[in-house]
């Protein structure tokens, strides 16, 4: 097994004493055991290479006793830096770049920022890849607006590491544990990257959520397409659908597809990407899933699919009760919590939708999190409320 010397300390993998193989069957278990008696699981799909998957790599920036910058991530359950020099799941080139700029920390006299003392400036770095392109973004959150010879960092920074494409000064001035703020200035570039999926090309920005294994995604939707088995007739809903990945793949086989999202970044986002993507069968709606699903039944408006992507947390009887009554015929539920899945998918069944099939992709190698993608179809003769 490959060793990692923070493993004990750092919470961000359950598994490395296991190998790959044990860790799947691991899940395997974990989500038959949730499931059980509520949908028949076909499995986990593992990845061929389950290492540096991750095209999002976030580092917390912090100093020593002696003052000198460490970077690395929080201890599991405290605000501790524990630094971190490389990462066996996280992109290598991510890794590097973050390393080079704590490096420069010093000749450039940037403090770091001091979370009890309210002094220094340089709170994160966020690194984003496009894996498919190469394209690289570096997110500098700081304390405050000001950034001394900020443009001879930058120079010095790409001087370093060309293969950057845009650096992005956020500003994060609160007392939270949230990593980004409201302000953000480009200081070199476009301002996001790219990366294609499925097929599709798919516009990032700083703050916009892109599933950080585009490997395991891919393989993740086309198992949602499966289950949707989509004729080139229906109308489709993309609940919680973020920057509009799975309902632009959907569009290909949909006569129409209509995407809801509270994040208006994210749906700013979406409706770029269907633009560069010319797919003209897509509208998308910034607002919260629940309410929005409730507006359309009340209008009597239908959806023959609607699948869903909530966050961990799962969803809510509000969208699930809207759900039931606009009726679609098909339910493709995408779950990073399988917990919450069992929950939501015990409520549907009350509602008159039974849970057909599920299956398990590793999107979080090394973790103990595993995504799950379940069909669920409406039991006809059950009442729907």
């Given at each position: ?72 991530v929080y201890q599991e359950n405290s605000h501790i830096v524990l630094p971190v020099e490389s990462c066996l799941i996280e992109d290598e080139k991510a ?291």
């Amino acid at each position: 097994m490959k060793q990692c010397p923070v493993y004990k300390k750092c919470g961000g993998c359950q598994y490395l004493h296991l190998s790959y193989e044990e860790q799947l069957a691991e899940k395997e278990k974990m989500l038959k055991g949730l499931l059980k008696g509520i949908c028949p699981v076909q499995g986990v799909i593992g990845m061929d290479n389950p290492w540096h998957y991750r095209n999002k790599v976030h580092a917390a920036f912090s100093h020593d006793r002696k003052g000198n910058p460490i970077s690395g991530v929080y201890q599991e359950n405290s605000h501790i830096v524990l630094p971190v020099e490389s990462c066996l799941i996280e992109d290598e080139k991510a890794d590097e770049i973050i390393g080079t700029i704590r490096g420069m920390l010093k000749s450039f006299k940037i403090k770091t920022y001091d979370e009890d003392t309210g002094y220094g400036l340089l709170r994160h770095v966020l690194v984003k890849r496009g894996f498919a392109t190469g394209e690289i973004m570096v997110v500098l959150v700081t304390a405050s607006p000001v950034f001394p010879s900020r443009n001879n960092f930058v120079k010095a920074l790409r001087q370093k590491h060309p293969e950057i494409t845009t650096i992005i000064q956020n500003v994060n001035g609160r007392g939270t544990s949230m990593v980004l703020g409201d302000r953000e200035q480009v200081l070199y570039g476009k301002g996001y990257i790219e990366d294609v999926l499925c097929g599709f090309r798919f516009r990032i920005s700083a703050k916009s959520f892109y599933q950080i294994n585009p490997v395991q995604t891919e393989i993740l939707y086309g198992k949602a397409m499966e289950f949707a088995g989509l004729k080139g007739k229906e109308t489709v809903v993309d609940a919680y659908c973020g920057i509009g990945t799975i309902g632009i793949v959907a569009s290909r086989k949909a006569k129409q597809v209509i995407g809801v999202e509270l994040n208006r970044d994210a749906v700013r986002d979406a409706i770029r990407n269907a633009k560069t993507n010319q797919v003209e069968n897509i509208r998308f709606f910034c607002g919260d899933a629940g309410d929005f699903l409730r507006q359309m039944a009340a209008d009597g408006e239908k959806a023959d699919v609607v699948f869903m992507d909530p966050l961990r947390s799962g969803s809510t009887k509000v969208f699930m009760d809207a759900v039931a009554k606009m009726g679609p015929k098909t339910v493709v539920y995408v779950s990073c919590g399988p917990d919450t899945l069992a929950r939501d998918l015990k409520y549907f069944e009350k509602k008159g939708y039974v849970a057909k099939m599920g299956v398990g992709v590793d999107l979080f190698p090394w973790s103990g999190h595993c995504e799950c993608v379940v069909k669920l179809t409406r039991a006809d003769g059950n009442p729907i409320q």
